[in-house]
Each structure stands twice: as structure tokens, then as C-alpha cells.
């Protein structure tokens, strides 16, 4: 489903390289982990799956087509969800009105059913009374829940999740990761998460490590 | 949910920055406003003087061509006579669509037969600088087609106390309009007959049927031969008539509907008369005299406009701009899902609209009142240097007492015409029309697109990654 060929990424001079020459390959139905230190350059090899910024050599191909063919922002609307650390969700809306918002930007097949999207809120743990606060009331564990509730509202295949799990208590992780695992098997979406954690990388299906510009899988 | 309501949700919940906004945008849209409504009144105050002020052209004898003629033949001499303009001449000029209306003026000197003329001593320096002694025996018979239409009267220098005004059907009658001092001297009321002895030792009856004040006291016109309380308005044909001149007139002065046309007029109308018989003089110094300071004020409201306009959008653009770093967080969600940039740029530019749509009920609440308050105060300002300018011209020429008589009527013709002119104009008020709102909402939105595509720029061109990595 989605697969990098001779990938490289550096800032500013090519001699200060963060990965070069990656090939690696995700399919549907999957749970991946991609793991390393901090700082090895994880957020910026999920920021280049998730159609956030260009490679700055070799391609990223979706189904066979490149990034660039598909155009970056088609790309990001129809094809890839991204669940970051922090910040995921508009500050100024309920938990609801971001599902809606979502559903509405990405074209989903389900855009403007409200009940719909209640239903996802309360699959992510999200009952009606806080789908309808302010976002900023909730905790960051229930922010969390709710940005992953609005990955599966929107109808893309990959789910790129940087270190959702940073800012959550053990069982919210659990309760994070369940749900992630329930888009990768259930709905058969290629779900990628990079993390430092490794309870996290047990629990899923492959795991691939950053170290020293190289990706290996372990 | 739509960006309709995701820039409802946006203004509503942030408050603070909502209202921060507002008050920006009240302010620049006040000034655009306090700009447009001072270019509008200058306008409308020039539209007005065009309209209203006096201005007229008044055909006579050429004077200096006349002089010219008599030192021609050496050695011999020539008495100077000057051509009479004719009646039918001035009707061919005055059926032009831009004559409002005009006024044949015929003017001779007779004797009291049945009355006195005021004998009252003109200012003392005056006469003496003058040199010359007045005849008191002597009145000025002045023919006109109507006194309404005369200067000394449209001006508000001389008004009609009794009775009434002379009309173009008075003249052939022996109906005559006298001065009230004449009339008080001699006890003269409305209906009044009196008898005048004409050059040429002809006894004519006369009947009263108005009196009129003179607007200028005797002692500042005591340059002329005659007191102007001896002026007497009749008819023209009954002055032709004593003068044997018939369908002659000694000068005709148009009035013109339009200022701005009145060299336009004497241009045309010069091409119907012999240039060396006859001379077309225009005076539109009324016109001139409140031109330049309401052009001044108009210069001065496209400043300000100018002004308003560029400030307001490098103001709001650097607002934006700090706006925009701070809302990275949501740029940066909005573009990984997805979202198209102008559509960000819309969305950041609609809440500023809205909150502007609301400014703008404030700013013409505001700006109305403050732009009438500061257009009048700048108008009548100008308007007053220009009169008092003018005055201090006239008086001048008085003290140098280089002035002729027909000068100084001039001078305070218009001094008197500005004068008016500015009582008129402190009447001015603009109401905002929609055009004028219009174009408040023009110039509003022009600077809120501007500020948005300048102040969103930086970020909206960045990598939606850029947003993320902090």
C-alpha cells in the first residue's frame, strides 16, 4: 500500500542526512511501529508518510502512484490521517463539531451525519455530554480519544499516529492502542505509529527501527 | 462543519482577539469614512458655489480701444465717444442655454425738479482725496431690466424695504425705485410721484413704486460723483427715452446658471460681437474666491483617505500576521487534513469581514457626525481666509484709493457674495448616502484582502510540517 524508494531527508546540506536510502513497504491491515531515539528523526520520516513535507531524494508511492503525482494536499485529503503528540484538535470547537469539520475537509463518505460521528466518539470512550464540550475541557487523554475517533470518521486508508500515546496515562494507552489495532484489523487500514515505547512496539505487528540513518526492521 | 460556521464558532469564542479587532477596524474604517465624508461635502459645497454663486459677464464699450481711436489722427483732436451696445445684439447673446438671465443697464444724469437730492457731505479724506466736489443738484437715473438681477441686489448689498422691484414690464413704464434716505429726506412713500429735469431740459414725471436700502454705507463710495443715496432705478426704455438712445443700452451683464462656464460663455459670445466696438468682461470671483480653499479641503480628504487606507492595511496586515503565528496549532491541522490554503486564507479573511461589517455600524455612527463636524470646521475656515483675504485686498486698494467706484461696488460685491456663500455653506450637512457606504465597504475589504494575502503569506506558503515541528 504505501512504499518508500531510496527515501533520504536531510535539512540544509545533504552531508547532515537524517535517514538516506530507505526502502521500506506498509500494507493494509497491518499495525506498524517505527521506533528510535529521541530526536533520530521518527516525526519527520512520519511527517514525509503522512504527505506533510517532501523527500528531499527518492519517492514515497501510494499504491503504486507517487506522492507528487497524487498531489500532496489530495494526498493528505483522501488518503492519510495524522494523529500528532499534542495540538491535534481545533481549540475553539466541541469534540463533535472537530469530527464534523474533519468529515467535511476530507470529502468522507459520511460528512454532515452527526450521528455518526457521535457513534465514533463513544467507540473512542467519548460519551455525548463531553462530545458536545469544548475540546479544551477535556483531558489530554480524552483529546487523544478524540483525535482518534476523528482519524476513523475520515475515509483514509493510512493512519500515521506520532507518539499518540505520549501524554496518556497506562490504561488510556491501552485503551489508544486498542482502538488503532480495531482501524488496522477490523477496517483494514494501514495504521503506522512511531513511538519510544516498548510496550507500544510489542503490541504491534512489525516494528521498525531508526538507528544511525538506517531503518531495520526487527 | 462549514467554514461558515467554523468563522462564527472562530469570532465568537475568541473573544478577545474578536474585540481587539473590532475596535482596529473601527478605527481605520472612522478615519476611511471621516475622509470620504469631507471629500463628499467639499464636493457638494462646490456643486453649490457652482450653482449658486454669482457669476456674470457684462458686455460694454470697449474703453481702451475707444481711447486709441481718438489719439489716432495727428496733430487733431477727437472727442471720445463710445459705442452703445445694442439691445437686439445682447437678446441673440442671451438665448444661449447657458445664461440664467440678463440685465440691460442704461444710465444718465438729471435734476431734482420736485424734490432734493441728499446733500449729506461724503467722508471728509475722501472727497478731499478724490479732489473732486460733488454736484448735489445732481442724480443718477440708472435704466435696468430688472433690479433682482442686478448685483447690488443678488448679493444681498442692497434689498427692497417698500414696495416693490423693478420687472422687465416696467420699461416703458415711469415706474422708479428710490433710495430710502432720498425717500425719508423728501417724505417720499410708495406711490409717490416725482418730477426730474433731463439733460435736455425735459420735465418728466416719475412714480415711486419701491424703496430700496443701499448695502453699502455712502461714506465708502464717496470716490464717485454721486451719493448712492441719489441713485434712482427705472425702466431702461425711459432712460433711452431721455437719452434719445433708443434700443441701445450703455452695458448689458449676464447672469450665468453655471460658474464654471463663464469663460466658455465669453468665448462665444465674443465671436457675435466686433472686438474692437465691444468688450466681454467676466466676473466669477466669487467662484474663484471659494474654489481654491475647497479644492484645499478636497486635496486635503484625499490625503487623509490616502492616508487611512495605507496605514490601516500595513496596521492590520502586521495584526494578521501576529494572528496567524499564533493560530500555527490550527493552520497546521487544517493543512494535514487537507484543507486548500486560500481556503484558510478565506477563512481568516471572512472573520475579519464580519467583525469589519460590525465596525463599520460603529465607524457611521461615529464617523458621520465627526466628519460633518470636521468638514465644516475645515470649509469654513478656508472659506473665511479666502474672504477675509479678499476683504483685505478690497481695502487696500481703498486706502491707496487707486480704486474706481466701480471697482469698489465690485470688491464688495464680492466680498458680500463669499460672505453668503459662507452662510450657506455652515448650512452643509452631508448624510451618508449608500454610495458613500459603498465605498466605505470597498475600501474596508480592500484592506482586509490586502492584509490577509500580505499577512498570511508567511505561513500559509510554509510545509504543513513546519507547523508541527516545534
Redesign the interface.
Same mark, same amino acid.
Given at each position: 500500500m504505501l512504499r518508500t524508494k531510496k527515501l533520504s531527508y536531510w535539512y540544509g546540506n545533504a552531508a547532515n542526512k537524517l535517514f538516506d536510502h530507505v526502502d521500506l513497504e506498509f500494507t493494509a491491515g497491518h499495525l506498524y511501529a517505527v521506533v528510535g531515539k529521541s530526536g533520530v528523526g521518527k516525526? /519527520?520520516f512520519l !511527517?514525509l508518510l503522512?504527505g =506533510? /513535507? %517532501?523527500p528531499s531524494k527518492g519517492v514515497i508511492e501510494f499504491e503504486g502512484r507517487g506522492l507528487a503525482k497524487i498531489g500532496m =494536499? &489530495? #494526498? %493528505?485529503? %483522501?488518503h492519510v490521517s $495524522?494523529i *500528532?503528540q499534542t +495540538? &491535534? =484538535? *481545533? !481549540? #475553539? $470547537?466541541s469534540a463533535l463539531?472537530n469530527l464534523? /469539520?474533519?468529515m +467535511?475537509? /476530507?470529502e468522507a463518505h459520511h460528512a454532515g451525519d452527526q450521528g455518526y460521528a457521535l457513534q465514533q466518539l463513544e467507540q473512542s470512550g467519548i460519551d455525548r455530554r463531553s462530545a458536545q464540550c %469544548?475540546v479544551t475541557q477535556l483531558t489530554l487523554e480524552q483529546q487523544q480519544r478524540v483525535a482518534v475517533a476523528r482519524t476513523m470518521c475520515?475515509d483514509s486508508q493510512i493512519i500515521v499516529a506520532d507518539e499518540p500515546t505520549n501524554q496518556v496515562g497506562q490504561e488510556g494507552a491501552g485503551d489508544i492502542l486498542e482502538l488503532l489495532q480495531a482501524a488496522a484489523y477490523e477496517q483494514q487500514r494501514c495504521v503506522i505509529v512511531g513511538t519510544k515505547k516498548v510496550e507500544v512496539a510489542k503490541k504491534c505487528d512489525a516494528v521498525v527501527e531508526l538507528h544511525q540513518r538506517k531503518f531495520e526492521w526487527l | 462543519m462549514s467554514l461558515r460556521k467554523r468563522v462564527f464558532l472562530n469570532v465568537k469564542i475568541n473573544k478577545g482577539r474578536s474585540v481587539g479587532l473590532f475596535l482596529v477596524l473601527s478605527m481605520i474604517l472612522l478615519f476611511i469614512l471621516v475622509g470620504l465624508i469631507l471629500e463628499q461635502t467639499a464636493k457638494e459645497a462646490i456643486q453649490r458655489v457652482k450653482s449658486s454663486a454669482n457669476a456674470t459677464v457684462t458686455l460694454t464699450a470697449n474703453r481702451e480701444q475707444a481711447f486709441r481711436n481718438i489719439t489716432k489722427p495727428k496733430g487733431t483732436q477727437q472727442q471720445l465717444t463710445l459705442p452703445a451696445v445694442r439691445i437686439a445684439v445682447a437678446k441673440k447673446i442671451a438665448a444661449a442655454t447657458a445664461v440664467k438671465s440678463y440685465n440691460v443697464s442704461s444710465m444718465t444724469t438729471v435734476k431734482a425738479v420736485s424734490f432734493s437730492a441728499v446733500t449729506e457731505t461724503a467722508d471728509a479724506s475722501a472727497t478731499h482725496v478724490s479732489g473732486r466736489k460733488q454736484n448735489t443738484e445732481n442724480l443718477s437715473l440708472l435704466g435696468v431690466t430688472r433690479t433682482t438681477s442686478l448685483i447690488a441686489f443678488s448679493s444681498g448689498g442692497s434689498k427692497i424695504t417698500q414696495g416693490r422691484a423693478l420687472r422687465a414690464s416696467d420699461g416703458r413704464t415711469r415706474n422708479i425705485i428710490i433710495e430710502e434716505q432720498l425717500a425719508k429726506k423728501n417724505k417720499l412713500k410708495v406711490g409717490s410721484k416725482i418730477s426730474i429735469k433731463s439733460s435736455s431740459q425735459k420735465n418728466i414725471s416719475l412714480k415711486v413704486v419701491g424703496i430700496y436700502q443701499g448695502g453699502a454705507p455712502a461714506s465708502s463710495l464717496a470716490l464717485g460723483q454721486m451719493n448712492t443715496s441719489n441713485t434712482i432705478y427705472a425702466g431702461v426704455e425711459t432712460v433711452n427715452q431721455l437719452k434719445n438712445t433708443n434700443g441701445m443700452a450703455d452695458s448689458v451683464t449676464f447672469s450665468l446658471k453655471n460658474a464654471v462656464v463663464a469663460k466658455k460663455f465669453v468665448k462665444m459670445a465674443s465671436l457675435q460681437l466686433d472686438s474692437s466696438q465691444y468688450v466681454l468682461a467676466a466676473d466669477d470671483s466669487v467662484y474663484r474666491a471659494l474654489l481654491t480653499p475647497l479644492n484645499n479641503v478636497r486635496t486635503f480628504a484625499k490625503g487623509l483617505l490616502l492616508v487611512s487606507v495605507s496605514l490601516g492595511t500595513i496596521i492590520l496586515t502586521i495584526i494578521v500576521a501576529a494572528i496567524m503565528s499564533k493560530r500555527r496549532a490550527e493552520i497546521g491541522i487544517l493543512l494535514s487534513l487537507g484543507e486548500k490554503r486560500m481556503k484558510i486564507a478565506a477563512q481568516v479573511g471572512s472573520e475579519l469581514l464580519l467583525i469589519g461589517l460590525v465596525a463599520s455600524v460603529m465607524a457611521v455612527s461615529g464617523g458621520t457626525t465627526l466628519g460633518n463636524l470636521i468638514s465644516k470646521q475645515l470649509i469654513q475656515q478656508n472659506s473665511a481666509n479666502a474672504s477675509s483675504l479678499t476683504i483685505g485686498t478690497a481695502q487696500n486698494q481703498q486706502a491707496e484709493n487707486n480704486a474706481t467706484t466701480e471697482e469698489v461696488s465690485a470688491q464688495t460685491g464680492t466680498q458680500q457674495g463669499i460672505l453668503r456663500q459662507n452662510q450657506q455653506l455652515k448650512t452643509l450637512t452631508v448624510h451618508l448616502s449608500w454610495n458613500t457606504y459603498g465605498k466605505l465597504i470597498v475600501l474596508g475589504s480592500l484592506i482586509i484582502v490586502l492584509a490577509v494575502l500580505i499577512g498570511t503569506a508567511h505561513i500559509l506558503f510554509l510545509e504543513p510540517y513546519r507547523f508541527m515541528s516545534r
Open positions: 516525526t /519527520t !511527517s503522512a =506533510l /513535507t %517532501r =494536499l &489530495n #494526498y %493528505r485529503k %483522501r $495524522m *500528532f +495540538e &491535534n =484538535l *481545533f !481549540s #475553539y $470547537m463539531d464534523l /469539520t474533519a +467535511e475537509i /476530507t %469544548r475520515c | -
